[in-house]
């Protein structure tokens, strides 16, 4: 009895979440596994769960083969969808600031959750050909940067055999059967501050008795310009964005304090070590120019490492990948800005990770695109309320991928 994976995907997708609220999801998630007869467990930070695939003849002898996890995040988004298809989701939710919201799989994650599906499903089928331990996991809350390091928090490396790689995969803007892959930084990193300013409050019209962190805050600001302008490479990419600034209430009064939230990326970990090291001095310099009694306090809110793709194993997944799709189906997509929290568990492990994309675009639309240069303005991106990727070939190309990858890292029998 084969999975309906079109079923699975458009029902999935008229039923959206949002993240750590993916209880259905999950639910569906456990009856599919269920169903293929594959052990799992549920409610692995929050909302997420694992399955195990073991297919070691000799697993206490020693002869272990292959550990290879393969994760799917679950979240949708609070946007309100208007692609028009006829499994579009009218679905709402509540936020975690209590506000009513339209949700959507803005994101794709609904394709990554059904792919992987059809992955297991194949590779339960065909245990005679390859040997070792497929680890799947579902993961929640991927949008927030939270769902990775929750599992991890829960246990899963403990309750699942640790991987020996992670591979994972992203839908996008490409033509179907296109492949986006390369070695190194594939995503951005990125940090999310809150810097609290500690001054003296009193009276507006007595300065001289305050420690004034609206000054504080307002030099600080300007001053963290400079950690792009003047401090980094100019060939190196980093952003230092202060997208929030809150201090007092009223003309008259001198606040007591004033919190900035800052928002950092870059591309590698030196370099979040540098800016994070710049920022923190920064700070703490300008509080200390004015005369601050206590010293700052600096918060990492969130905190998403970049996504680096291990340099030989994407090499051998790009000949899997080529091998079995062809040689022109597998390019070089460049570092994408957006940031992902999949790598956690590669670097918990201390493993590679190789994360790609593929595309979900009709070919024949993304050339049209393409030829008058409109790729970006016609063809509606992650994140867009028109985003709908192509259900079919994407789906089946999706499992093809998975199956492809995690062969390519399995023992052969
Ligand atoms: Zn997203
Ligand atoms: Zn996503």
Do not use: K
């Given at each position: 009895m084969a999975l309906d994976l079109d079923a699975i995907y458009t029902d999935l997708h008229?039923?959206?979440?949002?993240?750590?609220?993916?209880?259905?999801?999950?639910?569906?998630?456990?009856?599919?596994?269920?169903?293929?007869?594959?052990?799992?467990?549920?409610?692995?930070?929050?909302?997420?769960?694992?399955?195990?695939?073991?297919?070691?003849?000799?697993?206490?002898?020693?002869?272990?083969?292959?550990?290879?996890?393969?994760?799917?995040?679950?979240?949708?988004?609070?946007?309100?969808?208007?692609?028009?298809?006829?499994?579009?989701?009218?679905?709402?939710?509540?936020?975690?600031?209590?506000?009513?919201?339209?949700?959507?799989?803005?994101?794709?994650?609904?394709?990554?959750?059904?792919?992987?599906?059809?992955?297991?499903?194949?590779?339960?089928?065909?245990?005679?050909?390859?040997?070792?331990?497929?680890?799947?996991?579902?993961?929640?809350?991927?949008?927030?940067?939270?769902?990775?390091?929750?599992?991890?928090?829960?246990?899963?490396?403990?309750?699942?055999?640790?991987?020996?790689?992670?591979?994972?995969?992203?839908?996008?803007?490409?033509?179907?059967?296109?492949?986006?892959?390369?070695?190194?930084?594939?995503?951005?990193?990125?940090?999310?501050?809150?810097?609290?300013?500690?001054?003296?409050?009193?009276?507006?019209?007595?300065?001289?008795?305050?420690?004034?962190?609206?000054?504080?805050?307002?030099?600080?600001?300007?001053?963290?310009?400079?950690?792009?302008s003047r401090e980094t490479d100019p060939r190196h990419v980093a952003v230092v964005t202060v997208g929030s600034i809150h201090a007092g209430l009223k003309n008259n009064i001198i606040p007591a304090e004033a919190v900035l939230e800052l928002s950092l990326r870059y591309t590698d970990d030196e370099a979040r070590a540098r800016v994070l090291e710049k920022v923190e001095r920064i700070v703490r310099a300008e509080a200390a120019a004015s005369g601050a009694e206590e010293e700052p306090v600096i918060r990492v809110d969130h905190s998403l490492p970049p996504t680096i793709n291990d340099d030989e194993a994407t090499a051998r997944l790009s000949a899997a990948f080529t091998r079995a799709f062809g040689d022109d189906k597998v390019v070089d997509p460049g570092m994408f800005t957006g940031s992902e929290d999949v790598s956690w568990f590669a670097r918990e492990a201390g493993v590679p990770l190789v994360f790609w994309f593929w595309g979900g675009v009709d070919p024949q639309v993304y050339a049209d695109a393409a030829a008058s240069g409109s790729i970006e303005r016609d063809i509606p991106t992650n994140h867009s309320p028109f985003f709908a990727p192509l259900l079919q070939p994407t789906l089946d190309n999706g499992v093809a991928n998975l199956v492809t990858a995690a062969r390519e890292f399995l023992a052969r029998r």
């Open positions: 008229r039923h959206p979440e949002l993240s750590f609220q993916e209880t259905r999801t999950a639910g569906i998630i456990a009856q599919r596994l269920t169903e293929l007869g594959i052990e799992f467990e549920e409610g692995i930070g929050r909302t997420g769960l694992a399955a195990v695939i073991r297919n070691d003849d000799n697993a206490d002898d020693g002869e272990r083969g292959p550990v290879v996890w393969l994760r799917a995040d679950m979240d949708g988004l609070p946007v309100e969808e208007r692609t028009g298809l006829a499994y579009a989701s009218t679905a709402r939710g509540v936020d975690p600031q209590g506000l009513d919201v339209p949700v959507m799989h803005a994101c794709g994650h609904d394709m990554h959750v059904t792919a992987l599906l059809g992955a297991l499903e194949r590779l339960v089928a065909t245990t005679d050909e390859w040997r070792g331990t497929v680890v799947a996991v579902f993961q929640p809350a991927e949008e927030y940067g939270a769902g990775s390091q929750a599992m991890i928090a829960d246990g899963v490396f403990d309750r699942f055999p640790r991987p020996d790689i992670v591979l994972g995969q992203h839908v996008t803007v490409l033509p179907t059967g296109t492949i986006g892959v390369r070695p190194g930084t594939q995503m951005a990193a990125s940090d999310g501050l809150r810097v609290t300013l500690l001054g003296r409050g009193g009276h507006g019209s007595r300065p001289q008795a305050t420690i004034d962190p609206v000054v504080m805050a307002a030099a600080t600001v300007m001053r963290l310009q400079t950690i792009v």
